[in-house]
């Protein structure tokens, strides 16, 4: 209720600058150029950094680019002013692309306005010394959004990757790949060697804190592409941790991938436990799985007399079409205390009804 109410309060103080304020112009040279551009920005109390959350008109429509930030980088926006009681403010965000320069409103911790951006010609100059050709002021913008710069390009070289072009620098940025990445990935030994491979990497949800995480876990040194499909299949380390309170500590990634992808998962465990199928081995699990042998299944053949069903009996019961329904009929028509083989073999006859 408290962020539904703070979101409302931001919001209402948005269209209240908008009021108040002439529409800013904005663009990626000068700030007469076509464009409006606002930003919004939320301290608070305890957090050492803020979320700001920038809205604005790109050539190709509307985009909007939220991140995190040490408060000390907004040069002119004191903590103070931000939670005050109301003030206006000027304050500005300088990226090695790029300025940012901001106007608008704070109260009690939020603030809004607008916003315009002034290229930097001497970043864009040194671009081109160093053979990357003349940035765009679109792409300018995309770099310092990202504060994408000169620091990741010296750490990529310093690496070793292959040289990458303008737009890789880019598509980086917009992925999400940064200095921080990069250097975490080589903290724990990845040198991908091409700017492609940390977009993918980053693209497919393999961050420096899940590489850590399962360090943590045991699984170490692991290749990039293990990395990728271990993601992939949504074998996190919170599930790892799950099935492990379960029972399950001695398996591999492989076993991990496996189970996720036939939808074994803690909630399945724990019901076939209550049913009295507890520690059952990781094969059997996914059998059951596959065959569609769910713990209400069980519960419903325990109704029907048959507790304590072997395993492999069970997913030859389920097989053969025996559902505690066809059970049921075949007692209303007199077939009283039959075996399950015995069902089977009435089922596979075609007896129905």
Request: with cysteine.
């Amino acid at each position: 209720m408290k962020n539904h109410l703070r979101l409302a309060a931001v919001l209402g103080l948005l269209a209240l600058i908008c009021a108040c304020y002439p529409t800013t112009q904005t663009s990626y040279s000068t700030p007469q150029d076509e464009g409006s551009a606002q930003w919004l920005v939320e301290f608070k109390t305890g957090e050492t950094k803020v979320h700001m959350e920038l809205r604005y008109q790109r050539k190709n429509g509307s985009s909007s680019h939220g991140f995190t930030i040490d408060p000390a980088l907004l040069s002119g926006l004191s903590r103070e002013q931000a939670m005050s009681a109301g003030t206006n403010v000027r304050f500005q965000l300088k990226r090695d692309a790029g300025t940012f320069n901001f106007e608008g409103w704070f109260k009690e911790g939020n603030g809004s306005g607008h916003f315009t951006f002034t290229p930097d010609r001497s970043f864009a100059g040194e671009m081109i010394s160093q053979g990357y050709g003349t940035p765009t002021d679109e792409q300018l913008l995309s770099l310092a959004m990202n504060d994408t710069g000169f620091a990741l390009i010296n750490e990529l070289k310093a690496q070793g990757y292959e040289r990458f072009t303008l737009n890789q620098l880019v598509d980086m940025g917009n992925h999400g790949v940064n200095l921080e990445y990069v250097q975490g990935l080589k903290s724990y030994g990845y040198q991908l060697k091409t700017v492609d491979n940390l977009v993918k990497m980053r693209d497919h949800g393999v961050t420096v804190k899940f590489i850590g995480e399962l360090g943590s876990l045991g699984y170490k040194n692991l290749e990039a592409e293990t990395l990728i499909r271990v993601r992939d299949h949504g074998v996190t380390p919170a599930f790892i941790n799950e099935m492990t309170a379960a029972g399950y500590s001695q398996a591999t990634l492989d076993d991990w991938v496996t189970m996720r992808d036939h939808g074994v998962n803690t909630k399945y465990v724990q019901e076939l436990e209550a049913q009295g199928y507890a520690r059952l081995p990781l094969d059997q699990l996914q059998q059951m799985r596959d065959h569609g042998v769910t713990p209400k299944f069980i519960e419903e053949l325990k109704q029907q007399g048959y507790d304590k069903v072997a395993v492999d009996l069970l997913i030859r019961v389920r097989d053969h079409g025996v559902t505690p329904a066809y059970i049921q009929r075949m007692k209303d028509r007199g077939y009283s205390n039959l075996s399950l083989d015995d069902l089977i073999n009435l089922r596979d006859r075609g007896t129905k009804e």
